[in-house]
């Protein structure tokens, strides 16, 4: 029987094994024969000592198993300091499996020479045990490498059998004893070969195991990789796809704002304001997405109360749910929440979209429980439920079980795993409970306080323009842009000063008797240039800190990160025409009152 290694191994994890199984040699061969060498030398003195061994003889045969058993030693300090790599195991092995050859020999001599003129069984015995049961210690120190088992194990077992066989007639005994070494020479030799094959069988699954962290490694880093590519791809891309639906919004606005309009031109702005509309929830998402990766989300918990968030995301979806024939229900609440509001109100946004979205019938309810010093809010819906093996995926981006055919009217499948994310981001854990054909509950778990102060920073679109014709700097490369801008601003009356850079900027600027009120600019500009050293080189120059708004198309990760970190007011391409109003009003304001103006105007 030959125990052959995996054939599942490749050639190179062979050659891994193989010097696996020298390594564990050259591990375990000090111990063995120490012990095999002074067996040797306690036999040989107590054959002496009883007067059946000639000195000379005895003396030869320990001095013979001690110098195998020195040059074992010396083969494995030589071994050791070599260092031998994983494609030399064979001259290593080769040394190893000569020395264990002459080292069984010497024993195999031992169990029929040693004491064979003696002429006494018991003690022809103790010498054939000691034999044998140095054979046996091959199992464990040399049984990871099958040449070097066989090499000491078969030489020093073989002579003993024949010298059984030989001597069966001599001492009554000696039929028992022949039977006896032969069970215990097939039974050693099998334990031998099996030990191998567990050992081969173990480092082979370690290899293997090796192998596949090393590919998952791999795999990992191209997975990174792509992600990388993907990310980068997608910030150029939506940069340059929110400069045309950007100056295609602000169009749209400046177009409504036009007197007269007929019936027909005013619902074609209607609709392109639809679309619009749906590209800018589309690019929202999608940055949400990677604000969230780029860990430029902050977490700024305050009191609030909970029934005026609840009671405005209910009201704005009312529209929606009535078309659909869904009632809408918010039971009132007392209780007040310590978190972030803004980010609880979008986590409850997505739910509340998303149930209404999936349902087509019944009612949609929204309610809180007071859970100890929590705040459980959960919305309820009658939709068709969700299966338990689908529980975890919907929370992936761009999952969406009922819609195959990606209807956009459905969503984009973004929003729960944004809800998802921010949850996480907030600690607040959202759970989810679901019965096929009845509906699903979506519930998140936050923080619960007893006073609550609710400050809102908001200007809708019906607000007086501050300071009529004051001046707005707008900085933007693209041509359509600063168009579109220039006629959106001069409609809602303004005075409006565009330019392409910061010197162009400058040069403007120095033509003009009026500071700016306002500086408007986007983030990447041609070349090297970027907004934020734009406004602080107008500022500088202004010579007072203006109000400036940064707006960006970009999504990348780094960009993000530095526009954040700024500290301006940050607005995302496409910017919705009541969001920029609101912004301009709001930072004029903040100006008269000496304030900063905070960026919870745009979150």
């Known amino acids: 029987m030959v125990n052959l290694p995996p054939a599942s191994l490749s050639l190179a994890s062979m050659t891994r094994l193989r010097a696996a199984q020298v390594a564990a040699l ?3 061969v000090v111990i063995g ?7 040797a030398i306690i036999l040989v003195g107590a054959l002496l000592d009883l007067h059946i061994l000639d000195v000379i003889t005895g003396v030869a045969w320990a001095g013979y198993i001690v110098c195998c058993a020195l040059a074992h030693i010396a083969l494995r300090y030589c071994y050791d300091r070599a260092g031998p790599d994983h494609l030399q195991w064979r001259r290593w092995a080769d040394l190893f499996v000569i020395i264990s050859l002459a080292e069984g020999l010497g024993w195999g001599w031992a169990s029929v020479a040693l004491a064979g003129n003696s002429g006494q069984f018991s003690v022809e015995m103790v010498v054939l045990i000691v034999a044998l049961t140095v054979a046996a210690g091959a199992i464990p120190a040399f049984g990871s490498y099958l040449p070097a088992f066989i090499a000491l194990f078969l030489p020093t077992t073989i002579p003993s059998l024949i010298w059984g066989y030989e001597f069966r ?4 005994e000696a039929p028992m004893m022949f039977m006896l070494m032969v069970l215990y020479v097939i039974a050693m030799g099998t334990l031998g070969i ?3 094959r567990g050992f081969n069988e173990l480092v082979g699954l370690r290899i293997k195991a090796s192998e596949l962290a090393l590919d998952l490694l791999k795999q990992k880093e191209l997975a990174e990789q792509a992600s990388l590519a993907k990310s980068q791809f997608l910030a150029a891309a939506s940069h340059d796809l929110r400069q045309p639906v950007h100056a295609l919004g602000l169009y749209a606005g400046a177009l409504r704002a036009v007197t007269g309009l007929p019936a027909a031109a005013a619902r074609i702005v209607d609709r392109m304001e639809v679309s619009t509309t749906a590209l800018n929830d589309l690019f929202s998402a999608i940055l949400d997405i990677s604000r969230l990766d780029a860990g430029v989300v902050e977490v700024r918990p305050e009191p609030f109360a909970l029934q005026p968030v609840l009671s405005r995301i209910c009201h704005d979806y009312a529209e929606e749910a009535n078309d659909k024939f869904i009632a809408v229900r918010q039971i009132a609440t007392s209780l007040a929440a310590l978190s972030d509001p803004h980010l609880v109100e979008r986590i409850l946004r997505n739910l509340i979209s998303n149930a209404i979205r999936h349902s087509d019938r019944g009612r949609v309810v929204v ?5 100890a010093n929590a705040v459980r809010i959960e919305v309820w819906d009658t939709g068709p439920g969700i299966a338990a093996a689908d529980r975890e995926r919907i929370f992936q981006e761009y999952v969406q079980l009922q819609n ?15 809800a998802r994310r921010l949850s996480d981001l907030l600690g607040c854990g959202l759970t989810l409970q679901s019965r096929i054909g009845r509906g699903s509950c979506f519930s998140i778990r936050v923080p619960a306080t007893v006073a609550a102060t609710v400050s809102t920073l908001s200007t809708t679109e019906g607000s007086l ?3 009529r014709g004051a001046v707005i700097l707008v900085v933007d490369d693209e041509a359509a842009v600063c168009d579109a801008m220039n006629t959106l601003l001069t409609g809602w009356g303004y005075r409006v000063i565009t330019a392409e850079s910061g010197a162009a900027a400058l040069a403007a600027l120095s033509r003009c008797p009026e500071r700016p009120r306002i500086i408007i600019c986007d983030y990447r500009l041609r070349g090297q240039e970027n907004g934020i050293e734009v406004i602080r080189l107008l500022q500088a120059e202004c010579d007072e800190p203006i109000p400036a708004v940064l707006i960006t198309g970009d999504t990348a990760e780094d960009r993000l990160v530095e526009a954040q970190a700024s500290g301006l007011v940050l607005l995302h391409k496409p910017v919705h025409n009541s969001k920029l109003r609101a912004v301009i009003v709001n930072s004029m304001r903040s100006r008269i009152r000496g304030d900063d103006i905070s960026l919870e105007a745009i979150r």
Do not use: H, M, T, Y
Request: charged residues 20%; contains cysteine.
């Open 26 to 28: 050259f591990q375990n």
């Open 33 to 39: 024969v120490i012990g095999a060498a002074s067996a």
């Open 169 to 172: 007639a001599a001492f009554p």
């Open 194 to 196: 099996r030990a191998n």
């Open 367 to 371: 309610g809180c429980r007071r859970q």
């Open 404 to 418: 195959p055919e990606r209807d956009r009217a459905k969503g984009l499948g973004l929003g729960l795993a944004i």
């Open 465 to 467: 323009v501050v300071a």
